[in-house]
T-cell receptor
Framework: SQTIHQWPATLVQPVGSPLSLECTVE??????LYWYRQAAGRGLQLLFY??????ISSEVPQNLSASRPQDRQFILSSKKLLLSDSGFYLC??????????FGPGTRLTVT | AQKVTQAQTEISVVEKEDVTLDCVYE???????LFWYKQPPSGELVFLIR??????QNEISGRYSWNFQKSTSSFNFTITASQVVDSAVYFC????????????FGKGTKLSVIP
């Protein structure tokens, strides 16, 4: 069966520090991968998606970047965090059946 | 452009009551998929159902049922005999377009079931 992992689960970082969030999927090959952000009390905002290794599409211009160095690994990064980067970050995967399956999320607080 | 509207921001019901969560969507595509997800307090989104635009049959899964009506562009979700464990935020979502695997989510409805 397929599983998706995200780490860390929680993170508190000062403004201006770098960020690296990691997502890995097990049990499937060549998945589509997604990064979402959910601000407190708000809906889901798609940040990036990837249909293959090295292929990244950005939805919203922002302070973040994503990379996919391996088929089942998706990384969200920032060189310098802003206060507005605080939120709940969710990674998801999908295959041809369209529905997306989400990881447990990372709660990021920028202080 | 695709749009999903969940007009109910928050709903409170007493345990064992039935509750319906509304979802209205907009799309110009003739082929699309609709989804419901549950987000419990732990935060992880849980996939509940997928429905394609050619299948308007209602679906029932235990205490959950879904009513898809293309004529009104609605895909409503009913929980029968609600339980405290049903307390969560529920999201309705829509595929963005033909061949697209991206989803457009509604803003969610927070359901609180009071014991």
């Amino acid at each position: 069966s397929q599983t998706i992992h995200q780490w860390p689960a929680t993170l508190v970082q000062p403004v201006g520090s770098p960020l690296s969030l990691e997502c890995t999927v097990e049990g499937t090959s060549n998945p589509n991968l997604y990064w979402y952000r959910q601000a407190a009390g708000r809906g889901l905002q798609l940040l990036f998606y990837s249909v293959g290794i090295g292929q990244i599409s950005s939805e919203v211009p922002q302070n973040l970047s994503a990379s996919r160095p391996q088929d089942r690994q998706f990384i969200l990064s920032s060189k310098k965090l802003l206060l507005s980067d605080s939120g709940f970050y969710l990674c998801a995967w999908s295959v041809a059946s369209y529905e997306q399956y989400f990881g447990p999320g990372t709660r990021l607080t920028v202080t | 452009a695709q749009k999903v509207t969940q007009a109910q921001t928050e709903i409170s019901v007493v345990e064992k009551e039935d509750v319906t969560l509304d979802c209205v969507y907009e799309t110009r595509d003739t082929t699309y998929y609709l989804f419901w997800y549950k987000q419990p307090p732990s935060g992880e989104l849980v996939f509940l159902i997928r429905r394609n635009s050619f299948d308007e049959q209602n679906e029932i899964s235990g205490r959950y049922s879904w009513n898809f009506q293309k004529s009104t562009s609605s895909f409503n979700f009913t929980i029968t005999a609600s339980q405290v464990v049903d307390s969560a935020v529920y999201f309705c979502a829509l595929t963005r377009g033909a061949g697209s695997y991206q989803l457009t989510f509604g803003k969610g409805t927070k359901l609180s079931v009071i014991p």
